[in-house]
Every structure is written in C-alpha cells, then in structure tokens.
C-alpha cells in the first residue's frame, strides 16, 4: 500500500490534499514552482489545523506530527520514491499533460499517477504518459480533510491493478468512499453542484432573493455546510467558471452556459476565499467575515 505520496500543485485543493495525506500518516512530498507559493500553502495548511485544534479535533502534537510528513520541493524530481503521484495543478490539459510526461521520466514505472482533475479526459490526459495503464482520475471533494468521499475515475486504458491499488488506498488508508464513475466531463459531483450553483446565480442576476437568503434558504432547508454561492466562493469563482466552460463545450446544453454574473466576477479578480472578496468577503484564514 502507497506510504509515501507527491502532490503536485499547492493551490487551494492541494494544500487541502496534501495535509489530509499526511493527517493519516503518510510521508507527502507537495510540489509548487516557487517558493513563495509553498511558503504560502504552508501557512494556510497550519492555519487549517490550528481552526481543528480550537474545535478540540485535534491535538498539538498531531499538528505537529502531520507537518513533520509535509515536504515542500520547488521541482517534481523530489518525487522519484513516490508510490503515488496526485497532480492537482489548474485546470488545463496541455499544462497537466507535460506534468504527467516529466512524472514518467522521474518516477518507477509502477508509480500510479493520478489526476484531481474534475472536467478533463482520463483518456487523453493518459495518452501523455508512456505507461498509460498507470494513470488514474482521484477526484476529491473539497474540503478533502473532510468530505468522505473521492471520485475513482478510470481512463479507456487504467489497468484493473492501478484500479483496484488506488480504491484499496481510498478506503482502507484514507477511510473515504471510493466511488467509481465513468469518464464524463464533470463527473458526478462537480456537475450537479455547479449546476447548483449556477442556478443561484441566475436567482441573484433576477433579484428574487439576496445572497445572504439564497444560502440561508439552502443551508437550512436542506442541512447544506454551506449554501451554493458560498461554495462557490470556497471553491475559487475561477474554478466554477472554468468547470462550467468545459461542460458547457462538451456537452453543448444551455444549462451549463455560465452566467454573466459569475464572468463578471472572475474578470474583477474577485474570486472568492483566494483573493479575500467573491460573494461574501473573508480574512486571511479562509473564515467568512460578512
């Protein structure tokens, strides 16, 4: 069973990814181009575990313990004993398919390399390895610490043993769900909850409530952590907006068209709990402040 995991790209589901791993135990190598940006996610990974430990849901020395298995590198040749690799870096497959040819001349042929992509081919994301029976989708929810589940999304190609290693890996070491879908753009979650939320923006564009309300309604009504646009928020706006393009040409239906709104918002740079402002602002610990 995989002990010691790469994460490449320390972006918001990164980081999340990242301290989820080395919570359970395991040595995580996470890789980012600067150091600044790793600097960066380190400190929103401890002020992620010290909100846990004001919940009383873990101790000091868990937290100490859980950072003492981060290893922030600056280049993917750090990744070469890694069992598993997880690439979680933007949403672009010529960008994620030079990340995964790198991988195949730094890591072991037996290495599984996985991608948190959420919209993009499998299929054709492994078409750039040269071991493409290796390459596996593991689409976490955010925040992956903890939602319990991953998405098991398997390319025309992903042999039975990368499949059964990588959901044997979700259950029994992670203590998540492993559900397997079939490759389609958006999968199961990110293509109801972004149609969710782009309905609710279409109830914010008419005027029929307020944000405020519409996620009061959905929080309380239907016992949601959080309603739809501030998901959106924790997200990253760009991230929704970039999902719903995706669906949007793939599918070509009406119902995946982004909103003009959410375009406006993204284009302003406000892009949610990344830059401070989306629907609702937000300090510099991710918590919402109005």
Known sequence: MFKVVGVVGAGTMGQSIAEMLA???????LVEKTPEKLQQAK?????????QMERWAITGAEKKLTLNRLHMETSLQHLSDCELVIETISEDLDSKKDVFQQLDRIVPQDTVLASNTSTLSLTELAGASQFPERVIGMHFVYPAVRIDVVEI?????TSDSTFDKTKRFTEEVLN?????????PGFVTTRLICLLINEALHLLEEGVASPEDIDSAMSIGYQF???PLEMADRFGLDSVLAALDRMFRE???LKYRPSFLLKKKVRAGHLGIKSGVGFFKYGKDGERIS
């Open 153 to 157: 999304i398997r390319g025309l190609q």
């Open 23 to 29: 919570a359970k135990g395991l040595d995580v190598h």
């Open 176 to 184: 998540k769900s492993g559900v397997m879908v079939y490759e389609s």
């Open 43 to 51: 400190e929103m990974i401890e002020q992620s575990l010290d909100r």
């Open 225 to 227: 952590q959080h309603g």
């Open 251 to 253: 599918y070509g239906e």
